[in-house]
């Protein structure tokens, strides 16, 4: 059979067949015709059960997904094309397809001969991820469940899962470059030098259209162009949280962050401290990155997040959002204030007794809270400037 087709007898189905053979042969054996009886009759609703899967739909499925890219709690949108290539109407039939590590069961109702159909339903986005879209196939089971024929229809596809976003102001930028030249890795929007791909937002000039992406991702891609001028935020994601519902509060403060730079057309550079597994071609904005980063697990390396800091490009804000921070540690983070303007730390400590605080030293603010919303809100008294504890 071809690895598009596939026919299954379900664990039902075995013991269907193994009790009638069994209560066939005890009722031979042991002359009890009511044995023989059950067993027959379980024969037949095998036959029916195959009789039922051998009546396949000739049809074929195609996908639209739409975003392709959203955030946790919210919701996709999957639109499911059912096309009938047979001159004889197609009996009801489950489409089926792989979200992630989840099955999306659609049932499709009775389909004239030739026609075409749409069927909707909403994809939850419940975790940030890449996940997987498909196999999308066609199924049918009998109604005793014995029995499945499956074929594979559409091609795969991905679905992008943003890490939440918080509404928060961005930072007051007091480090302007130099005009010498000197480029950061995400400078200002500008029509100076090439410097990254993103996705097509409406307004956008279509003769920045990046088609080699585009035909690669699926979606439009745009090239973006720097302005060498512009002071960069820096945000730098300590990646080695222990505690993996801690790592994505963290993490929804660096998307927050970033997100709220970005809206205002400003540069961001994110920079993960800790083991990172290598992204894909298709990862084209921070957004992406940010989706795929894991916890290492093994708790913050001071002496590694301090390396991720140092190989960051100076000038400009710096945001580092991490776990619990030693004393001696933050007095090393606030030594940044030489090549960064502001310095920002962001703490997620777990049950923090005197709930979220406002920390001020020179040169470094430090935030702490339990959650992404209690740091948001220490982060919009930061911006108002509003006053914090010695």
């Given amino acids: 059979m071809s690895e598009h087709r596939r026919f299954t007898v379900t664990p039902t189905g075995i013991a269907a067949t193994a009790g009638a053979a069994a209560l066939y042969a005890a009722g031979v054996l042991l002359g009890y015709p009511t044995f023989v009886g059950i067993a027959v009759g379980t024969l037949a609703m095998l036959a029916a059960g195959l009789l039922t899967v051998a009546v396949r739909p000739a049809v074929t499925l195609s996908r639209r997904i739409s975003p392709q890219r959203l955030s946790v709690g919210e919701e996709a949108t999957a639109r499911i094309t059912v096309t009938n290539r047979s001159r004889l109407p197609a009996l009801p039939f489950t489409a089926v397809d792989r979200v992630g590590e989840r099955d999306l069961t659609i049932p499709v109702p009775p389909l004239a001969a030739g026609a075409e159909r749409e069927l909707t ?67 200002r929007l500008g029509t100076v030098t090439f410097t990254s791909l993103r996705d097509y937002v409406p307004g956008d000039d279509p003769r920045r259209i990046h088609w080699k992406s585009t035909a690669r991702v699926g979606t439009l891609i745009v090239k973006e162009h720097v302005d060498t001028t512009e002071p960069t935020t820096t945000v730098v994601l300590d990646t080695g949280c222990a505690d993996p519902a801690l790592f994505e509060h963290a993490v929804e403060v660096a998307a927050s962050v970033a997100r709220a730079v970005e809206d205002l057309g400003r540069p961001v550079a994110l920079r993960l401290s800790g083991a990172v597994a290598q992204e894909p071609s298709d990862a084209v904005s921070t957004m992406d990155r940010l989706a795929l ?21 100076p000038g400009g804000a710096l945001v580092v959002v991490t776990g619990p921070v030693e004393p001696g540690m933050l007095g090393r983070l606030a030594d940044q204030r030489r090549r960064f303007s502001p310095v920002v730390v962001a703490s997620v400590v777990p049950d923090a007794p005197a709930g979220p605080r406002l920390r001020r030293r020179p040169g470094l603010a430090l935030l702490t809270g339990g959650t992404a919303a209690e740091l948001v809100a220490v982060w919009h008294r930061l911006v108002r400037g509003e006053g914090g504890e010695a």
């Fill in 121 to 187: 339903c909403q994809v939850p986005a419940h975790r940030r991820g890449r996940l997987r879209l498909g196999p999308l196939t066609v199924q049918r089971r009998d109604p005793f469940g014995l029995f499945v024929w499956a074929e594979r229809q559409a091609a795969d596809g991905v679905l992008w899962v943003h890490p939440r976003v918080h509404p928060l102001p961005a930072l007051h930028v007091g480090t302007v470059l130099d005009y010498e030249g000197r480029s950061t890795d995400t400078p």
């Fill in 293 to 313: 980063a894991t916890a290492a697990g093994t708790g913050t390396d001071p002496a590694q997040l301090l390396n991720t800091i140092n190989r960051a490009q």
